[in-house]
T-cell receptor, first 110, second 113 residues
Framework: RKEVEQDPGPFNVPEGATVAFNCTYS??????FFWYRQDCRKEPKLLMS???SGNEDGRFTAQLNRASQYISLLIRDSKLSDSATYLC???????????FGTGTRLQVTL | DAGVTQSPTHLIKTRGQHVTLRCSPI?????VSWYQQVLGQGPQFIFQ???????GRGNFPDRFSARQFPNYSSELNVNALLLGDSALYLC????????????FGQGTRLTVV
């Protein structure tokens, strides 16, 4: 089983739609979780951290469910500029190793 | 402020050759990590260095090695290149450990022919 699993997509949604991505992780000792955004042929960029209490940043909401080892990202009112690959990431161990999922590709269309 | 800089940006090498990739972290950051990203996959952890010491190593063969210099810059070396080493190599910089805030460079795209 992969340490971090995501649906690769692609998710094709119209502008203005709400879209949700899910991610599961296998290491119950994982300390922290993040969502990164990666545009085509570019480096990953931190989108937001994920806390047990959930957190919101504008149109983006991230949730963590430790009991189910499940992380989600909700994007409301999708914009064309949201088109990218979204990477679910966990932070593990003393080496602070980031473990990435394969990424979920989002394409927002007119 | 300069972000994480990597060099070169693109590289073509022949099977069996050796390659050295370089990374300069954000000023003040003491931790550098290296990741390999093949097409269609997420980045895979190769190494982490903090204060010039190796703090973590991923599941990569001994052909891969790295080091961190006193100025916190880092080099990733790969010997005896294989076709499967073709990938985007990413360097991540963070202030310290744990690296809850990792910033990535633009990467070095390595093609092995």
């Amino acid at each position: 089983r992969k340490e971090v699993e995501q649906d690769p997509g692609p998710f094709n949604v119209p502008e203005g739609a709400t879209v949700a991505f899910n991610c599961t992780y296998s290491n119950s000792a994982s300390q922290s979780f993040f969502w990164y955004r990666q545009d085509c042929r570019k480096e990953p960029k931190l989108l937001m951290s994920v806390y047990s209490s959930g957190n919101e940043d504008g149109r983006f909401t991230a949730q963590l469910n430790r009991a189910s080892q499940y992380i989600s990202l909700l994007i409301r009112d999708s914009k064309l500029s949201d088109s990218a690959t979204y990477l679910c990431v966990d932070l593990t161990g003393t080496a602070s190793k980031l473990t990435f999922g394969t990424g979920t590709r989002l394409q927002v269309t007119l | 402020d300069a972000g994480v800089t990597q060099s070169p940006t693109h590289l073509i090498k022949t099977r069996g050759q050796h390659v050295t990739l370089r990374c300069s972290p954000i000023s003040g950051h003491k931790s550098v990590s290296w990741y390999q990203q093949v097409l269609g996959q997420g980045p895979q952890f190769i190494f982490q260095y903090y204060e010039k010491e190796e703090r973590g190593r991923g599941n990569f063969p001994d052909r891969f090695s790295a080091r961190q210099f006193p100025n916190y810059s880092s080099e990733l070396n790969v010997n005896a290149l294989l076709l499967g080493d073709s990938a985007l190599y990413l360097c991540a910089s963070s202030p310290g450990l744990p690296n809850t805030e990792a910033f990535f460079g633009q990467g070095t795209r390595l093609t092995v022919v």
